[in-house]
């Protein structure tokens, strides 16, 4: 797949991944500098928010909006990005990110198998500005990756994909219920 970065075509490196298709289990590391593994089924569905550097103002933007915007989800959601420990650390505490879980793509495990790692150009190595969001099945509800890297994702977008997953859980549960003669 290609993206642009400043109107500059690049191509990703991974597996492309696409609406229906199991969710990899990926490496990646929490700000304690943990491996941590992250994708497959979960208890919560999971929104995995992409973005190549937190130090630029589009991520940095990003990054808060998705924070406000899913505040109060009973969902996992990570920021996932390649910036060293330090650098997210310091954003998390100056910003007050509390709602989404900051993780390094330290080895490039999720670029690579969710596709959004940047194969050339000043970006070589980071990963594009991407979302994907993963029912409690492991089954991948919703892509998304931003044409222009220096462009927004659709946040309106991405969460109406997280409130159906939600309702489809709940409606789910129901029918568990059911079935299980309660």
């Given at each position: 797949?290609?993206?642009?970065?400043?109107?500059?075509?690049?191509?990703?490196?991974?597996?492309?991944?696409?609406?229906?298709?199991?969710?990899?289990?990926?490496?990646?590391?929490?700000?304690?500098?943990?491996?941590?593994?992250?994708?497959?089924?979960?208890?919560?569905?999971?929104?995995?928010?992409?973005?190549?550097?937190?130090?630029?103002?589009?991520?940095?933007?990003?990054?808060?909006?998705?924070?406000?915007?899913?505040?109060?989800?009973?969902?996992?959601?990570?920021?996932?990005?390649?910036?060293?420990?330090?650098?997210?650390?310091?954003?998390?505490?100056?910003?007050?990110?509390?709602?989404?879980?900051?993780?390094?793509?330290?080895?490039?495990?999720?670029?690579?198998?969710?596709?959004?790692?940047?194969?050339?150009?000043?970006?070589?190595?980071?990963?594009?500005?991407?979302?994907?969001?993963?029912?409690?099945?492991?089954?991948?509800?919703?892509?998304?990756?931003?044409?222009?890297?220096?462009?927004?994702?659709d946040y309106d977008s991405a969460l109406a994909a997280i409130d159906e997953v939600?309702?489809?859980?709940?409606?789910?549960?129901?029918?568990?219920?059911?079935?299980?003669?309660?």
């Open positions: 797949m290609q993206i642009t970065v400043r109107r500059e075509p690049t191509s990703l490196v991974g597996s492309k991944r696409s609406v229906g298709s199991e969710s990899p289990a990926v490496k990646v590391y929490n700000l304690s500098e943990e491996q941590v593994v992250v994708g497959m089924a979960a208890v919560k569905p999971q929104v995995f928010i992409v973005l190549p550097s937190l130090k630029t103002e589009v991520c940095s933007y990003g990054a808060r909006k998705f924070n406000e915007l899913l505040k109060g989800k009973d969902i996992f959601a990570y920021l996932v990005t390649t910036d060293d420990f330090l650098v997210c650390s310091t954003f998390m505490q100056k910003n007050s990110i509390s709602d989404v879980i900051i993780t390094v793509d330290k080895d490039r495990d999720f670029g690579k198998k969710y596709g959004v790692l940047i194969e050339d150009g000043h970006l070589k190595d980071k990963l594009a500005r991407a979302v994907f969001i993963v029912d409690t099945e492991g089954f991948i509800k919703y892509t998304q990756i931003v044409s222009e890297v220096t462009d927004e994702a939600c309702r489809t859980l709940k409606k789910g549960s129901h029918h568990h219920e059911k079935w299980m003669g309660a």
